[in-house]
């Protein structure tokens, strides 16, 4: 029999000493970002890229699933027996999944992805050229991390429109207009009608989490029509599957549209690939940085324009570097424009330079910086 929790009152947190005992101190831990419950007795976190056991433990299935309802309800939602799978935000942002049996086999778990309340500071990023980026990568590579770092460079007098299907991003800017959708309800409002919705709201900035269906097109649309500074993000193994995948994501919306035409949405739209990957050690990199150059009936083209190379060896945890191709990026005369060069990029890419190729093969040497973007060693959120 399982016993009835304690229904807390929707927006408050739960009383964390009956039911949340076990994970309460983990889930007040700045250190780590994930806390996975797989059973009463197997409480996992990770910390640093790195899945750690902990030795905690739940009494018994009964008091595990008291804490997820107590979670759950905290949440606004409850507990349905016919809906096994369940995600929610808690009230400090982070992210709940619940799995019940009989989808989970081996009895309930329980996953919280965790954000850090305190703000993205990226002072060498810039955004200020209005560039549309897609931001690619695997399942925990870092993509929304990066994402609201990116997105806390923008200036705090640009209306910034968010669209997530749970509300992830933690930006500090004053003018924010946050959405987020409503799935398995029955006033369910999807994250493609949230898009189109977020047009009509005079965006300076749209940014969408994540895009993973015929929302995408909706995305593409509004970045062809004059919505410059645009981000997005996607799962991807590479910079060109990510490309291959938003083709496919446009034609789940339903819309017969040639690949041509999808191409030429996906080229007109898109300035920037940023791909990002999970190491082996656990930290998460920037692996490239590539640049949409043109299209035809079989591929969209791309260029790399900085490359990782991994700073092993040099007993640092968690430090990547980006060397330059050696290519000149397109976007460096509207870059110029903004005035949002910044020392480094100016060095490496002047104003009017005819030297620098824009195309074509990689110079046979990457142009060297002294510190220049990013020569130095650089720390991946």
Partial sequence: ????????????????????????????????????????DAIYVEREGRILLTERRFDDEN???AAIEALVSSAGRHLQAGDPVLEARLLDGSRMTVVLPPVAVDGPMLTIRRFSATPYEIGDLIVRARANLLISGGSSSGKTTLLNGLASCIAGDERIVTIEEAAELRLQQDHICRLESLAGSEKAVTLRQ????????RPDRLIVGEVRGGEALDMLQAMNTGHEGAMTTIHANSPRDALARLETLVLMAGIELPVRAIR???????????????MPDGNRRVL?????????????????LFVSESA???GARGWTRL?????????MDKIHRFDAAGPDLDRLFPKNSAGSPTSGRRSAEPVESSGGVPGRERRQG
């Fill in 1 to 40: 029999m399982i016993l009835a929790p304690p229904v807390p009152a929707a927006g408050r947190m739960p009383d964390t000493s009956t039911e949340l005992r076990p994970i309460a101190e983990l889930m007040r831990d700045p250190s780590l970002t994930e806390i996975m419950v797989n059973g009463p």
């Fill in 63 to 65: 008091h595990l699933l």
């Fill in 194 to 201: 949230l898009v189109r919705h977020a047009v009509r709201m």
């Fill in 264 to 278: 030429q949405q996906i080229y007109g739209a898109l300035n920037l690939v940023v791909h990002l990957g999970r």
């Fill in 288 to 304: 490239s940085i590539a640049e949409l150059t043109g299209f035809d009936e079989q591929t969209i083209a791309l260029q790399d």
């Fill in 312 to 314: 092993a060896g040099n």
């Fill in 323 to 331: 060397r330059p191709t050696g290519i000149r990026p397109r976007i």
